[in-house]
């Protein structure tokens, strides 16, 4: 049954009418539990709460299906907004986007063009750190090349490696050398059994040997993950290989385990909490119910409440 949830979810999250929808609908049905606020003000005053509280954040202003070069661009400056408010107003936040937001569907070099722009912008302001998000296994390879292609520039960009996906290991091996933070995850989205692995205990395997293999490279790793067990191998690993807490930190998605979070920053971690906002929350969303159906109790309390 978990599986059929989860299935049903992320074909819910690809579908291009419920999310042109749901940007008419608000912040309802329960979304406002994962997403700081529709606009940068909104989230920038979530992500001060989160800083009095110990915790660190990064920002992702949520977009999905970009088809042309208009919205491509318009995507990029609203990540530039969003890097001056950072820095207007003095919060400790990163910037997380995703490359196809940036027109990567639509051309290389548009896509490539506005990273630039983002990432010169970050540079002027303090050289705020920029995560691109790593999507599907379709963007994979492309993602891992224009990262490459940055890196001989920029030293404030890092990416993402998944867990699930069988080639995540030799990826950062190639990267090793190169120093890159490297936020590590379980993964999201639905792929084939030809290139990731089908079964949950074998990724939490694999889960575990990346986050050994890039923290005993010496680079930093930001650990994304709600699981206990692996939130008690990292401490293991940290205790069993003298790793310093500025190698690593533990990161979590805004709304959920909220708790744990302040109770890691309270333990000495660095705790960053993942803060999406805007109006195309939809997706988003849906993946987020993917990976854990338990949530849709929050989905059904917002539409009885309204």
């Known amino acids: 049954m978990e599986q059929l949830m989860r299935d049903f979810f992320l074909f819910l999250s690809k579908n291009k009418t419920l999310n042109a929808a749901a940007k008419k609908w608000g912040l309802r049905f329960g979304a406002s539990r994962f997403v700081a606020g529709e606009t940068i003000e909104e989230a920038i005053r979530n992500v001060r709460e989160l800083n009095k509280k110990g915790l660190v954040c990064t920002?992702?202003?949520?977009?999905?299906?970009v088809?042309?070069?208009?919205?491509?661009n318009e995507s990029a400056d609203y990540c530039i907004k969003t890097l001056e408010a950072i820095a207007a107003s003095g919060v400790d936040c990163n910037l997380s986007l995703k490359m196809t937001q940036l027109g990567l569907d639509i051309s290389r070099d548009l896509c490539m063009n506005n990273m630039r722009r983002i990432l010169d912008v970050a540079k002027k302001n303090g050289n705020i750190f920029v995560r691109i998000d790593m999507e599907d296994y379709a963007h994979?390879?492309?993602?891992?090349?224009?990262?490459?292609?940055?890196?001989e520039d920029y030293d404030n960009v890092g990416t993402v490696i998944q867990a699930y996906l069988y080639k995540s290991a030799d990826d950062i091996e190639k990267l090793k050398e190169k120093?890159?933070?490297?936020?590590l995850v379980k993964g999201a989205y639905k792929e084939s059994p030809e290139v990731a692995f089908p079964n949950k205990a074998d990724v939490d395997?694999?889960?575990?040997?990346?986050i050994k293999q890039h923290l005993l490279n010496g680079n930093y790793a930001a650990i994304a993950t709600h699981d206990d067990n692996i939130i008690n191998y990292v401490k293991q690993l940290?205790?069993?290989?003298?790793?310093?807490?500025t190698q690593f930190e533990f990161q979590m998605l805004y709304g959920i385990r909220p708790e744990t979070q302040v109770e890691l920053a309270r333990e000495g971690?660095?705790?960053?909490?993942?803060?999406?906002?805007?109006?195309?929350?939809?997706?988003?969303?849906?993946?987020?119910l993917a990976e854990r159906p338990a949530n849709v109790a929050f989905v059904l309390k917002g539409i009885f409440s309204k």
């Open 205 to 210: 395997e694999n889960y575990k040997k990346i």
């Open 59 to 65: 920002l992702d202003h949520l977009g999905e299906f």
């Open 269 to 288: 971690y660095k705790m960053r909490v993942y803060v999406p906002y805007g109006n195309d929350w939809f997706g988003y969303n849906m993946r987020r």
């Open 238 to 245: 940290e205790k069993e290989y003298n790793i310093p807490r």
């Open 140 to 151: 994979n390879e492309i993602t891992l090349d224009i990262l490459n292609e940055l890196l």
């Open 67 to 72: 088809f042309s070069v208009e919205e491509a």
């Open 179 to 183: 120093r890159v933070n490297l936020r």
